[in-house]
């Protein structure tokens, strides 16, 4: 089945910076690669996604890439700011409904 | 109504406790999903429901049965639990199952269950 890993697990930056997290897949056949944001107690809400025919997408200050080749897409988020701070989880799938989620990532913005 | 809704928030039960999980979306969607959460971990895809049809039953334990009542309701009730059960339980929706078009699914906020 598919195996999703996501790096990092931890990500501490300084508010404006930006921070990238990075997930890589196994199954070639994965053509959908939604982002989740998830804060301490709150549901995990959709931020962006990116299907396989397409090789980068972007909302405002988010932004993720694909590279189908290496099988990994990236999340960017740039002029990060202390709201940004949750667990984000990305996720991939062939089947339309088996979303494989990536261990998440804690991301941490300091004033 | 853009978004899903879960009752109730918080539920305590002992293991002998008959309770049940609700879930709500008035936006359309023929596919429901209920996942589990356990800290710091990913969802797990528990069950799918399509059309008011379980499609995907992912080897949950019997204690857990899920019904689909209709297209906007889905229920999930709970029985004979066990400490380790103890996580949140997510309820998630979708336009519909497969193509590449319908994926996205948005979650509820969940209900948080302590089996003691």
Not at chain 2, 12 to 36: D, F, I, P
């Amino acid at each position: 089945g598919e195996n999703v890993e996501q790096h990092p697990s931890t990500l501490s930056v300084q508010e404006g910076d930006s921070a990238v997290i990075k997930c890589t897949y196994s199954d070639s056949a994965s053509n959908y690669f939604p982002w989740y944001k998830q804060e301490l107690g709150k549901r995990p809400q959709l931020i962006i996604d990116i299907r396989s025919n397409v090789g980068e997408k972007k909302d405002q200050r988010i932004a993720v890439t694909l590279n189908k080749t290496a099988k990994h897409f990236s999340l960017h988020i740039t002029e990060t700011q202390p709201e940004d701070s949750a667990v984000y989880f990305c996720a991939a799938t062939n089947s339309g409904y088996a979303l494989n989620f990536g261990k998440g990532t804690s991301l941490l913005v300091t004033p | 109504d853009t978004e899903v809704t879960q009752t109730p928030k918080h539920l305590v039960m002992g293991m002998t406790n008959k309770k049940s999980l609700k879930c709500e979306q008035h936006m359309g969607h023929r596919a429901m999903y209920w996942y589990k959460q356990k800290a710091k971990k990913p969802p797990e895809l528990m069950f799918v429901y399509s059309y008011e049809k379980l499609s995907i039953n992912e080897s949950v334990p019997s204690r857990f049965s899920p019904e689909c009542p209709n297209s906007s309701l889905l229920n999930l009730h709970l029985h004979a639990l066990q400490p380790e059960d103890s996580a949140l339980y997510l309820c998630a929706s979708s336009l519909r199952l497969g193509g590449i078009s319908y994926n996205e699914q948005f979650f509820g906020p969940g209900t948080r269950l302590t089996v003691l």
